[in-house]
Nanobody
């Protein structure tokens, strides 16, 4: 499984960004797709994930600000991030889970700053 992430950048507090993650390779083996993030000096943490059934799970800190969606025809997941705050600044990593392994994308930097 290969993951290609895009969509990071610099945004002001209160702004929005949309991250995309396109999966290729053994698509049929993927059980869940999602996003993690890692801020400087902190551990990587789950942001949101979506299974094959289409139901998304979110970290508590998302608090209704982010929406994860999946386009099965394009093998792509999208993370729409609204009402961004400086604490959302981190490198965001796309993740794919199969029965036997976790795969990671290259990471995309999101910076929330005025």
């Amino acid at each position: 499984v290969q993951l290609q992430a895009s969509g990071g950048g610099l945004v002001q507090p209160g702004g929005s960004l949309r991250l995309s993650c396109a999966a290729s390779g053994s698509i049929s083996s993927i059980a869940a797709l999602g996003w993690y993030r890692q801020a400087p000096g902190k551990q990587r943490e789950l942001v949101a994930a979506i299974g094959s059934g289409g139901s998304a799970n979110y970290a508590d800190f998302v608090q209704g600000r982010f929406t994860l969606s999946r386009d099965n025809a394009k093998n792509t997941v999208y993370l729409q991030m609204n009402s961004l705050i400086p604490e959302d600044t981190a490198v965001y990593y796309c993740n794919a889970l199969t029965v036997s392994k976790a795969y990671w994308g290259q990471g995309t930097l999101v910076t929330v700053s005025s």
